[in-house]
């Protein structure tokens, strides 16, 4: 019964196939092998963007940071929502990799609201004293198992666009958002409007791969540099690229995270049905909010079952609601989800 994370599962045997494959003989490092311009044009196809610059890099931080750092200056403000997860998970790294630039936090909630993010674009920069306009950072499954519709994301991108700033695409759960609108990674992408997404892997079942797509591959020099100055580009590159070719290979991706998704929606159908658990969200992807009774924690707890809660479910009182979060790996068996539930409705 483990739900704290779906980075903590297991790789599918698709994958390990894919990079036993790759382990035979000698091929040029650091992406100058065969596999790897392979992958840059699937992910091209996928993305219907034959002219976009691809990169891998094994972690989403990586991503994330070396991408917003090739569009930003170390004086500008990168605009994000406060659990964005460039915010809270990555150590100051945007800060770090680009210099000093500024994350500007807008609003409270986990989505933008593009009346918060409008007025926080004026009230930045005019001023050699202020930090200057940098980037928008969009994290689409957000960090609270949100999503954003394509109309949002496109008023999202021409509000950006129109004070001339770029758009970042945090992706990390990609595929969980691209399953649940039922749409193309271009409708979600450059089509709304995005400049550079990352594509992610690692919480869909990969062992350690990220794409950075850049839909103008202008900054794409950049990105390489700063790869290979941040300590990010792999000589041993092939095994990177083994993961995506087996993540693409025959619509992998997208069948992980449908998966992924539906035992989202079984945990959810489960918890709605009992009467002490308040759930905080509508889970519209794999990731699943939650308020119960610190004692129902503690029995799930003794039964074995591991995930995130909000505060110590061993000491203090029981009846006290105590938050948590629940998230779905794609390999997670339905008898486990059930008997989760079947745990809490005996407690």
Known sequence: MFFASDNSGPVPQQILDALTQANHGFTPGYGNDDLSREVAGQLRDLFEAPEAAVSLVATGSAANCLALASF?????????????????????GPEFYTGGAKLRLVGESDKFDPAELEAAIKGTGGSVHNAQRGAVSITQATEKGHIYSLEELRALCDLAHAHKLPVHLDGARFANACVALDCTPAEMTWKAGVDVAVFGGTKNGLMGVEAVIFFDPGKAWEFELRRKRGGHLFS??????????????????????????????????????IEAVRLKNDPQVNMIFLEMPRRLHARAFEAGAYYYTHADVTEGDPDEMVGARLVTDWSVADAEIDRYVDILKRA
């Not at 930003?72 to 100051?92: G, K, L, M, R």
């Not at 070719?245 to 449908?258: I, K, S, T, V």
Request: aromatic share 8%; proline share 5%; with cysteine.
């Open 236 to 273: 041993k590159h092939r095994y990177l690229a083994a993961q995506m070719h087996g993540y693409l290979r025959e619509g992998l991706w997208r069948d992980l995270a449908e998966k992924a998704n539906a035992k989202g929606a079984r945990l959810a159908e489960g918890l709605r049905g």
């Open 72 to 92: 930003v200056q170390p004086w500008d403000a990168i605009f994000c929502t406060p659990p964005a997860h460039i915010e809270e998970d990555e150590c100051n």
